[in-house]
């Protein structure tokens, strides 16, 4: 599945545990996407960047309205107000609660390691 979305500002908890990441606008297209952690491909600018994409509600903060994040791999910078365009592949996990902020550190290098071994470009 491909999409395109809006970057917009997150609060940052991505950046405090070392995993900083790009936060999308919702719109009506994720009606279609089921709720976990997947491998993507995120293309800003041109550039063209492997991801883990987390979509739903983050249970290990207590948030139970869904948003979508991006951790893209060898990304660095902001590109608040732009538009990226998305392919979702593989779904990783199931989103879960986590209960120490370093338990989901290492569940998201984990993830990151799958997204890596993973041929999307």
């Given at each position: 599945?491909?999409?395109?979305?809006?970057?917009?500002?997150?609060?940052?908890?991505?950046?405090?545990l070392g995993f900083p990441t790009i936060n999308l606008e919702l719109n009506n297209i994720f009606s279609d996407i089921n709720q976990g952690v997947y491998i993507c491909k995120v293309t800003v600018d041109n550039q063209v960047y492997k991801g883990v994409m987390h979509f739903g509600p983050r249970?290990?903060?207590?948030?139970?309205?869904p948003s979508l994040e991006i951790f893209l791999i060898?990304?660095?910078?902001?590109?608040?107000?732009?538009?990226?365009?998305v392919e979702i592949f593989d779904k990783i996990r199931d989103i879960q609660r986590f209960s120490s902020r370093d338990d989901l550190k290492e569940q998201i290098r984990k993830d990151i390691e799958i997204a890596e071994k993973y041929e999307v470009i």
């Open positions: 599945m491909k999409f395109k979305s809006i970057v917009i500002k997150g609060r940052g908890v991505g950046t405090e249970k290990s903060f207590d948030e139970v309205k060898g990304f660095t910078g902001e590109i608040y107000g732009e538009t990226v365009e």
